[in-house]
Each structure stands twice: as structure tokens, then as C-alpha cells.
């Protein structure tokens, strides 16, 4: 038997043979793990100090944004023209929207621009799966998520603590209420464990776990349409084909939701930071 094309090194992104078909002789080269990682580009992975794809895609969308924003913005009009509209549009959809609906203006307005940075960034890093020769969401990758959502942890925490002391960040990320009695520090334990552990992982992981997901089904589905391309398999590579179009189309809504869910919660916790009874 024929076996799908390997490399011994097990970061190697792996590729499948080109004459490799149903028919052929090879199996699937299914998606996996393997999917995930990356030779470096510059350095060693042995040595932990290296470059790879993900990290020169976060690189280059940062450029993206910033190059954007300042290509719209750095020449302001009172008329806007396409480029101003589209940057002022999508700015104040997250301002209006997300902060002033979430936080309010008067408090959120100071913290628009973390929350805009977030959104476009983490859309940016989404948005690289389904763009030519990239084809890579950078969040997929567990550690640009859990930055990220350590980002915004260190902000509601510093700020539970600067507005309301330490005796009142303790109420505030327990909801410590003495009128249920004994309950009240039971309560308080589980609120506690909730907010500040399993509040940030699940901030990252949600954002991570449907791009490496949408990614995986992308991956599945494309390798499927080439595979089955041999004898009576076109028509089950047409199919393929037909489905990797449409969960390509799914997941540009995926992409901006879960940029759009990942600000959402940024606000709902620094709205949480900053009221009074929680």
C-alpha cells in the first residue's frame, strides 16, 4: 500500500502527494495536529528563540491594521472619502455599539481604543485562514488568545482594585451578600474560582476553540475534494468542493462573531469593574 507523503519531523506542516487520490493506492492524508505547527522560518525550535508562519501572519496583520488606520485617518476630511468612511464606520460601530451600549459613554469612552485595537486585531488574526497563500488563523494557536485574554485580565483586575480598594474588589469578584447566611461563603468560593480562574481560560479558549475547529473543517474538506478526485470519487469531490465554499463563507461570519464576542466580554468585565454592586 501506498502511503501519504510524511516527513519524519513531526513539525513539519505535512503535505499529501499529488497523484494521491482515492484510487491511487495512498489513504487520507487526514488534518491533524500536525496541521497546527510550523517549521521556523528563522531560528531553532530547539532552542525556543525562533520565527514561524503564525507569528509573521500576526506580524503582518498588525501592519495591516495600523497601515490602515493611519492611511484613513492621517489626512482627516470633514467630507470623508471611501477610505476615511470605511475606518470611521467600522470605529464607531465598536464605539457606539460595543463600549457605549456595554459600559456607557461617559465611562467606556476611555477605553475605546483597547477595545477597538482588540476587535480588529483578533479579526485580523481570524481573517488570515481564508486569505490566499496565508490560509492560517493566527488564533488558532493557543497562546495569541491567552495573551490577549491575559491582556484584558490584567486590566479588569488592576481596575476592580483601583476603584474599589480591597475590600471592595473582594465584594465585587465574589458577590459577598451576609443575607444568605452561611450560604454567602460557599457562594462566595465558587464566585470567586469563577471570576478570577475559569473566567480568563474560558475568554481565550472560546475565541481559540472555533478557529481551530473552523480551520480543521476547512483543512477536512479541502484535502477530501482533492483526494477523491480519481474514477467514480468526482462526484463525491464535487460535494466536497460545494461544502468548502460554503464553510468558507461560514466562517467569515465566524471570523468577525468571534472577534465581536471576544470585545463583548472585554467590555462586560471592565462594566463589571466599574459598578458599583456586582
Same mark, same amino acid.
Given at each position: ?52 508562519? +503564525?507569528?509573521? /501572519? !500576526?506580524?503582518?496583520?498588525? &501592519? @495591516?491594521? =495600523? ?77 495569541? +488568545?491567552?495573551? /490577549? !485574554?491575559?491582556?484584558?485580565? &490584567? @486590566?479588569? =483586575? ?86 468548502? &465554499? @460554503? ?32
Amino acid at each position: 500500500m501506498k502511503e501519504p507523503a510524511v516527513s519524519a519531523d513531526p513539525t513539519q506542516v505535512l503535505a499529501f502527494e499529488t497523484d494521491c487520490h482515492i484510487f491511487s493506492g495512498c489513504g487520507f492524508p487526514a488534518p491533524g495536529l500536525h496541521s497546527f505547527l510550523f517549521e521556523p522560518l528563522w531560528g531553532d525550535a530547539d532552542s525556543n528563540l525562533y520565527f514561524n508562519k +503564525p507569528m509573521l /501572519l !500576526a506580524l503582518l496583520g498588525s &501592519i @495591516v491594521i =495600523v497601515g490602515f488606520f493611519w492611511a484613513a485617518f492621517r489626512k482627516p476630511k470633514i467630507v470623508p472619502g471611501k477610505l476615511q468612511m470605511v475606518a470611521e464606520t467600522g470605529y464607531d460601530f465598536i464605539r457606539r455599539g460595543i463600549v457605549y451600549e456595554t459600559i456607557g459613554k461617559r465611562e467606556g469612552e476611555k477605553y475605546v481604543p483597547l477595545v477597538v485595537s482588540l476587535f480588529f486585531f483578533v479579526w485580523m488574526m481570524n481573517l488570515w485562514s481564508i486569505i490566499p497563500v496565508a490560509q492560517f488563523p493566527v488564533t488558532s494557536i493557543i497562546a495569541y +488568545p491567552a495573551v /490577549l !485574554a491575559a491582556i484584558v485580565y &490584567i @486590566v479588569w =483586575v488592576s481596575l476592580t482594585f483601583k476603584r474599589h480598594g480591597f475590600v471592595g474588589a473582594f465584594k465585587n469578584f465574589t458577590g459577598f451578600d451576609k443575607s444568605l447566611g452561611s450560604v454567602a461563603y460557599l457562594a462566595a468560593f465558587i464566585e470567586l474560582f469563577s471570576n478570577l480562574l475559569v473566567r480568563p481560560f474560558t475568554h481565550a479558549v472560546r475565541l481559540f476553540a472555533n478557529m481551530f475547529a473552523g480551520h480543521t473543517l476547512l483543512l477536512l474538506f479541502t484535502l477530501a475534494s482533492w483526494y477523491l478526485l480519481s474514477g467514480i470519487g468526482f462526484a463525491y469531490a464535487g460535494v466536497s468542493f460545494v461544502m468548502t &465554499i @460554503v464553510m468558507t463563507a461560514f466562517e467569515l461570519f465566524v471570523q468577525a462573531l468571534q472577534a465581536y464576542v471576544f470585545v463583548l466580554l472585554t467590555c462586560t468585565y471592565i462594566q463589571g469593574a466599574l459598578a458599583e454592586n456586582h
